[in-house]
């Protein structure tokens, strides 16, 4: 697979100056260039380019999703053989948003390298998550899956995923508090504040009492959702300890 | 991995026959038999099972899902260097539809070897595809990725999807449709039959008219998916060769 690659470089020189910033920032040889400069090359920047091959990273960040997902459910489905596929797809939701990506994309630098046409040269911050899904179907695609997983697990998920802390936030807030309570004898009932908008604008808004005092209020589209947020801050609140 | 599967098997010789008939349908001899036996436990099977460790296949369809993902998504990226991420995406959710994975886990004989408790031993079709996704993560987890790559493109994919047919009928029909209309100055309009229902019951049937005759009716529920329908039915009337 050759691409047609937009002329984005002046001269060879500028060209290997470029190649040389990815592969510091790889920190491995890449066996075709070619990959990663389309991982990092935003649609923006081949407007012009005339249509029939496609000469921009949004393909790769289609199959570099694929790659990230599967990558990131093989190490949850051996992380935790005591979760569900239920609760293994939520952690994977909670791992990999969009946030996350632009944080990580952030931190290796791919800012740096990223080619496009911005409005006053600022880089929307999506276009760095996106570029590093990117750049991981150009790794998939010069190296294999093996070598990918293996790059993607060290050197970006146990590099820049604070796994633990990720996870920590996924925790059941409500059984939490439930058996703090039963534990200190204390009683916890919830009231609705407010119930307003229908469909998507649904929203709750509930508060957590604790022997009848407020302890947190949480808002969200469902009960559960505003409940498990009262929760939470019922136990930062608390200073309740979760595991 | 060992996992605690729940003895459903009476004797070694029984499980042995049907590690055999594991081995006969996958037509490659497996390193770890776990795993594929652990494929074809439906949760109405270990229902009883006291919890803890999950001894049914919804995991491995988790982690099944995620490997057949990829594999389509690196087929068509290779395959259609014109499609732009949008048509790849939406080839994908076509040749991985749920009734696609069901037919195929008939056609590879699954429905055989599945082990739940089912209402009047009726197997539901969606439980044959999730055990397919879950075998896939069997295969993946026994041998890696290489080897499920290189299986599931020859011994599934080509095997068992017509890939011509599925993305033939992928085709717009509607643009079709008006080319033709243009190219032979024929008159297109549709009218809607019925519109009934609400929300996820909702349904239209519209019938698209060539030169003010009836040339196809579709049903759908969209006004969209209907329209597609009724134009694909009038290509096949009006025998449109659609490329």
Redesign the interface.
């Known amino acids: 697979?050759i691409y047609n690659i937009f002329k984005v470089f002046n001269t060879d020189d500028e060209r290997k100056a470029y190649q040389k910033k990815i592969q510091q920032t790889l920190g491995f040889k890449p066996g075709a260039f070619e990959y990663y400069e389309m991982a990092m090359l935003h649609s923006s920047a081949t407007a012009n380019q005339k249509k029939?091959?496609?000469g921009h990273n949004?393909?790769l960040?289609?199959?570099g999703d694929?790659?990230l997902?599967?990558i990131i459910?093989?190490i949850l489905?051996?992380q935790y053989?005591?979760?569900?596929?239920g609760e293994?797809?939520r952690m994977r939701s909670v791992l990999v948003n969009r946030a996350q990506l632009n944080y990580i994309a952030n931190e290796m630098g791919l800012d740096k390298l990223i080619i496009g046409n911005f409005v006053k040269n600022i880089l929307p911050e999506d276009v760095k998550g996106n570029a590093l899904e990117a750049l991981i179907g150009a790794i998939?695609l010069d190296k294999?899956?093996?070598f990918t997983?293996k790059y993607v697990k060290k050197k970006i998920i146990e590099k820049y995923i604070k796994f633990q802390e990720v996870m920590h936030d996924h925790r059941d807030y409500k059984s939490e508090l439930f058996m703090w309570a039963q534990k200190n004898k204390q009683h916890i009932r919830f009231e609705t504040v407010s119930d307003t908008g229908k469909g998507e604008k649904k929203r709750y808004v509930i508060n957590v009492l604790v022997a009848g005092k407020v302890a947190g209020t949480g808002e969200g589209g469902s009960k559960k959702k505003a409940e498990q947020l009262a929760c939470k801050n019922a136990c930062k609140k608390l200073n309740i300890n979760i595991k």
Chains 1, 2 share one sequence.
Request: cysteine-free.
């Open positions: 697979m029939g091959k496609i949004e393909r960040e289609f199959l694929s790659v997902d599967l459910a093989d489905f051996l053989p005591d979760k569900d596929e293994l797809t998939y294999g899956f093996a997983y």
